[in-house]
Structures are given as structure tokens and as C-alpha cells.
């Protein structure tokens, strides 16, 4: 199922955002885009291994949600994101479960760390596609205690990357210098804008025959 019709995507086409995540969808809208929802299949998101820094596995996942979706779709500029936390070099994802939680924000309380976001624009007609990632820094003060299992009950934690939802505003929470809430919340609003724009000049045909991700440009980050 295709979107409306959206003046601010290449060619005119219908936006396909391939994410069950409701933040995307959230800030897509509020941005006034029109587009319609097709999340990608569960196999879209696993089996890269451990030794793959943040920034190469969200643009990976990115583009292999976007791909899974594109296939489905006739018309249409599929757009997919990927979102994690890395503190050390250590990728931090969504939670397993509650003690999963409560170990990735022991590991981040009182520190500096990163939020990636992998973004993936791929148009069907064509095969044109291009992908792109965000960082921005953060800073979460030490939590105590108290705090963490608060937040815990919460279970605002659940299906967030690093067990945080910055957009839940919490005061232990802040974002160092310039950096994107949107990018952090999981999906950066301005360089997707830039990427819609610059569709044409940024990206390359990719076979979607061949899963190639290295034939996809990445030459941003
Ligand atoms: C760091 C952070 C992440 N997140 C969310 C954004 C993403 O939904 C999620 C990271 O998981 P993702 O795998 O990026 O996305 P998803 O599983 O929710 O949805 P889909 O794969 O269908 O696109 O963490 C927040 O909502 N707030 C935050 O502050």
C-alpha cells in the first residue's frame, strides 16, 4: 500500500516510511509529510556481527529495511531508519528485557555517549538510492538508585534504543552542543529534508537483486 501523493519526495511519488516506529511516524507528520506506513519484516534487523561499528550497522540496517520494503512496492521513495546508542565503542540497541534495561543505563549514567541514525531513501521507479547517518552527542548525569527504578516501572524504556526516550524529558538526560533531537527520538528531521532535496545528485542505482549495500553511497559518514 502506497502513500498520498507528496510534492516534497523525488518525482512526486508516494513516501513509504518502512517503520513500525511510532516516533518516525510522529515526526514525519509533524512535518507535514504525507506518506503511509509499511513496516519491514523482523529478518530486516538481525545477523550483522558485534565487531561492526555504530555508524556502519545503522546505515546497514537502514538500508536493509529499506530494501525489504522497496521490493513490495510499485511507486513509491521507501524511506527506513535505524537508531542506536554507542558509549565506548559498545552498540547499545533496544532492551531485551527489564535487567538488559537497567544495565545499558548503569553503563551510560554519568556519561558522555553517542545516538546514531542510519537514514535510507530508495526509490522504486528507478532504483536510485541513498543513505546517510546523524550523530549527536549526549550526556546523561548520574543516575541514582531511585531514578533508575522509576524509570524501569515506567517501562518507558521498552523498544528504545540505550533504554532512554529523550523525548520523554527526562532532566538526567541532555544533548551536548548543536546536535538533533529528532536524530536522537529516531529520525533526523533536517538531513532527511537535505536528503529529499538532493535526492537526485546523491544517490546511486542499486541492484535490488543483489542486497549490495556497498554499491549504495554512503559517502557522508
Ligand atoms: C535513543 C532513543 C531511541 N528511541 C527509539 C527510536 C526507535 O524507534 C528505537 C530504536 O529502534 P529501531 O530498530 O531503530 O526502530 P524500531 O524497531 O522502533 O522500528 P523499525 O525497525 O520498524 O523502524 O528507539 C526513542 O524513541 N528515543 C530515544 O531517545
Known amino acids: 500500500m ?25 515526526l514525519l507528520k509533524a512535518a507535514g509529510y504525507k506518506f503511509s506506513v509499511q513496516p519491514a519484516g523482523d529478518d530486516a534487523e538481525c545477523g550483522l556481527c558485534s565487531s561492526v561499528t555504530a555508524p556502519e550497522l545503522v546505515a546497514r540496517y537502514a538500508f536493509r529495511k529499506a530494501l525489504d520494503v522497496v521490493r513490495k512496492c510499485d511507486d513509491a521513495v521507501v524511506l527506513a531508519a535505524d537508531t542506536v546508542a554507542s558509549c565506548d565503542g559498545l552498540v547499545l540497541g533496544k532492551p531485551d528485557d527489564r535487567d538488559h534495561a537497567a544495565a545499558m543505563l548503569r553503563r551510560l549514567s554519568g556519561r558522555r555517549h553517542d545516538v546514531f541514525t542510519g537514514v535510507c531513501l ?12 546523524v550523530r549527536t552527542e549526549l550526556q546523561m548525569k548520574p543516575i541514582s538508585d531511585a531514578t533508575l527504578t522509576d524509570h524501569l516501572d515506567s517501562g518507558r524504556w521498552e523498544g528504545k534504543a540505550g533504554a532512554f526516550g529523550f523525548q520523554d524529558g527526562n532532566d538526567w ?7 538533533s533531537e529528532s536524530n536522537v527520538v529516531g529520525l533526523p528531521m533536517e538531513r532527511l529534508a537535505e536528503m529529499l532535496r538532493d535526492f537526485d545528485r546523491l544517490s546511486t542505482v542499486v541492484d535490488l537483486s543483489d542486497d549490495s549495500f556497498d554499491s549504495a553511497d554512503r559517502s557522508q559518514y
Not at 502506497?2 to 510522529?26: C, I, T
Not at 530508495?122 to 547517518?133: E, I, Q
Not at 538526560?173 to 546536535?179: A, D
Open 122 to 133: 530508495w526509490r522504486s521507479t528507478d532504483g536510485r538510492c541513498v543513505v546517510d547517518v
Open 2 to 26: 502506497n502513500g498520498l501523493p507528496n510534492a516534497d519526495v523525488p518525482g512526486g511519488l508516494p513516501l513509504v516510511l518502512a517503520s513500525g516506529s511510532p516516533r518516525r511516524s510522529q
Open 173 to 179: 538526560l541532555e544533548i551536548v552542543g548543536t546536535g
